[in-house]
């Protein structure tokens, strides 16, 4: 098989190299085009371009797979938890125990803010989404460390140190977050807590009584933040690739992955899907005339948590949340009509040949919302949640351009459509 391609243009063939992936995933590698035809390429969405070449996450969505550094996400679900899937896929292997330790030892170490931080929050009005005040703040945390003011690209002796602080504050500011939402006090995290029995507590208790952790309320949550660890070269992903490619600190290009993940499309979509079943409950319907609409283009809808970029056979990710969904509910004792009504648009979706022709699948959005409420999550921190979990896989990609030498600024072309040459006309000329 040939390693090369080739392309005509203007009566002149170029030879363009071609790559291959250790998954047998092959690319054009189009680096030299413009140099050598004056062509670019034109790929509306990216669907059809690789931005880099990555070792992190792995998807083949004909199949429905999706690995963390070569293992299943199934066996990661079932076996591991949060934290240790994050040191996976920030540093490439499962930790031993003195590595998980000392990472275990840097999160805690990490997880107060500077307490001057506490009046930035105070600026934002109640009722403020969450989501903004955490890209915010965590920009905002930049300016409280020297380090990070003085981010020095590829050479950071304390990036352990920084991965920990981000992925520890990053809960810390979420939960606080929350409570300025709400107008209630912010609440310290404790020494003795794990990370996602802490985030419950920051959450929930009171300066006078401490909130019930439940173990099974602390293992869906910690799923929740696992399975959506990383999905390699998404929109929120590709971001702080991006900003991280102009050598901006690793806080920084993190905060704008925040706001990118932000989008009802993106991360929003589980926030969407429970307010479109809420609505869906409210008039009556039991799914059937939203179905109906989702498939009308005029409608002005769409099946929330439905569809993907890459998926398109099953997200694993939404059939272990679905079961988990299950399992969670039947153990909080909890019966939801939405999660009835979720069920019932799955069904008939899955049957609908407007849904199955365009390879329409739910994704990790459709349940996870379900279970989030079922836990007392506010719907409006769904996204944050979502934010927390992906923390370590925009690390990891941040990390994997710092490490690459040959790293350059990301700057993709156009191709320009608007007015050729036009003068400038005085003001009292114009029309
Ligand atoms: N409900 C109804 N129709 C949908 C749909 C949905 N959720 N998702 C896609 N479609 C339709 C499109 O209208 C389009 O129809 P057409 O071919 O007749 O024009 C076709 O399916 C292809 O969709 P397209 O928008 O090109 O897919 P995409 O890859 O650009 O977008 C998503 C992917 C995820 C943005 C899209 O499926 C979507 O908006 N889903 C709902 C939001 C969501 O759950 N996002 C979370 C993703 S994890």
């Given at each position: ?62 199949k ?16 591991s ?7 996976l896929?920030?540093?490439g ?15 805690t ?53 920084y ?21 209630l ?55 702080v ?76 990710r ?97 191709i ?16």
């Amino acid at each position: 098989m040939s390693n090369e391609a080739k392309l005509e243009l203007d009566g002149k063939v170029f030879t363009l190299p071609t790559v291959e992936g250790s998954e047998g995933e092959k690319a054009v590698d189009v680096s030299s085009l413009r140099a050598n035809t004056n062509y670019i390429t034109l790929d509306d969405g990216y669907g059809n371009t690789g931005s880099c070449i990555s070792k992190v996450t792995f998807i083949d969505g004909d199949k429905g797979v999706l690995r963390y550094r070569g293992i299943p996400i199934e066996e990661m679900a079932e076996k591991s938890n949060f934290i240790e899937t994050a040191f996976l896929i920030i540093y490439g292997d499962l930790p031993n125990r003195p590595q998980l330790k000392k990472f275990s030892n840097l999160l805690t170490a990490n997880q107060f803010l500077h307490e001057d931080m506490k009046f930035h929050f105070e600026g934002f009005p109640t009722g403020a989404h969450p989501m903004a005040i955490l890209s915010a703040m965590i920009n905002a945390a930049s300016c409280f460390d020297e380090g990070l003011m003085n981010w020095k690209w590829g050479k950071n002796t304390e990036f352990d140190v920084y991965v920990a602080r981000l992925i520890s504050q990053v809960r810390t500011i979420a939960a606080y977050s929350y409570r300025k939402s709400k107008g209630l006090p912010l609440i310290y995290p404790k020494q003795n807590y794990k990370y996602t029995a802490n985030f419950l507590h920051m959450m929930f208790s009171m300066p006078y009584e401490d909130f019930e952790i439940k173990p099974e309320v602390v293992k869906a949550l910690d799923l929740i933040f696992l399975l959506h660890a990383d999905h390699e070269q998404n929109c929120s992903t590709s971001t702080v690739r991006m900003v991280a490619s102009s050598q901006a600190n690793l806080f920084a290009s993190c905060a704008a992955g925040v706001c990118a993940l932000w989008g009802p499309l993106h991360g929003g979509a589980n926030q969407a899907v429970l307010e479109m079943l809420e609505d869906i409950h409210r008039s009556g319907d039991d799914g059937s005339k939203f179905i109906t609409a989702a498939k009308d283009k005029n409608s002005g809808k769409k099946l929330m948590g439905f569809g993907h970029r890459v998926y398109k056979n099953h997200d694993p990710r939404a059939t272990i949340i679905k079961k988990a969904c299950d399992d969670v509910l039947a153990k909080l004792n909890i019966s939801d009509p939405l999660l009835d009504i979720a069920k019932k648009l799955e069904e008939a979706a899955l049957k609908d040949s407007y849904f199955v022709e365009r390879k329409l699948y739910p994704n990790v959005d459709f349940y996870s919302g379900i279970i989030m409420r079922a836990i007392g999550i506010p719907m409006e921190m769904f996204t944050v949640i979502f934010a927390i979990g992906r923390m370590p896989g925009w690390i990891a990609n941040y990390k994997e351009i710092m490490d690459e030498p040959k790293s350059r600024i990301y700057r993709p072309r156009q191709i320009y459509t608007g007015r050729t040459i036009n003068n400038y006309v005085p003001l009292e000329a114009r029309k």
